[in-house]
């Protein structure tokens, strides 16, 4: 079965700050898909990547980047130089063929200034 | 193009009434999912119809349906409802029925059962 951890409840840092958000994941396919989704107050969930199982590069995306390690089933997400507007709640998820999109629990940023 | 539509956006009613969400998926997009998020549960899969089938379905009680009709806009009821019910309840538009495909959301649909 699918399964998806994010083990950081809640995390503060202050503006400026580089933060990592922990995920992951369980699964017995060989081939899936993780995502990360962002969750502002608004409550619209925000794509902000997709990534295959095969492909285990690491993505930068601006300030952005994620570390997809297949051998520690992880798909980390760091905000380097924090800002305010990245307080939300990030979401990672996944899926594979023929399975519905799997979210873990979140993680809630706060940055403050 | 435009996003994924969902309406309305609140709802409040009273335990034991039944309430209908409607979700515009992107034009185009085939399948959509639902999804329900409470603070305590997270965000659970409900259902997922492609081409007007379902195709998965959580693992909630009956009293929780939907459906898909042929223009892709889906629709989901919840009969009898009970205090647990108040959620958001989020609808997610797909291009297709393959797990590659991205998935698209929409604001949600917030409801208080009251």
């Known amino acids: 079965a699918q399964k998806v951890t994010q083990a950081q409840t809640e995390i503060s840092v202050v503006e400026k700050e580089d933060v990592t958000l922990d995920c992951v994941y369980e699964?017995?396919?060989?081939?899936?898909?993780l995502f990360w989704y962002k969750q502002p107050p608004s409550g619209e969930l925000v794509f902000l990547i997709r990534r295959n199982s095969f492909d285990e590069q690491n993505e930068i995306s601006g300030r952005y980047s994620w570390n997809f390690q297949k051998s520690t089933s992880s798909f980390n997400f760091t905000i380097t130089a924090s800002q305010v507007v990245d307080s939300a709640v990030y979401f990672c998820a996944s899926n594979q063929a023929g399975t519905a999109l799997i979210f873990g629990k979140g993680t809630t940023l706060s940055v403050s200034s | 193009k435009a996003g994924v539509t969902q309406t309305p956006r609140y709802l409040i009613k009273t335990r034991g009434q039944q309430v209908t969400l409607s979700c515009s998926p992107i034009?185009?997009?085939?399948?959509v999912s639902w999804y329900q998020q409470t603070p305590g549960q997270g965000l659970q899969f409900l259902f997922e119809y492609f081409s007007e089938t379902q195709r998965n379905k959580g693992n909630f009680p009956g009293r929780f349906s939907g459906r898909q009709f042929s223009n892709s806009r889906s629709e989901m009821n919840v009969s009898t409802l009970e205090l647990g019910d108040s959620a958001l309840y989020l609808c997610?538009?797909?291009?297709?029925?393959?797990?590659?495909?991205?998935?698209?959301f929409g604001s949600g649909t917030r409801l208080t059962v009251v």
């Open positions: 699964t017995r396919d060989t081939t899936y898909y």
């Open positions: 034009s185009g997009h085939r399948s």
């Open positions: 997610a538009s797909s291009a297709g029925d393959r797990a590659h495909y991205g998935y698209t």
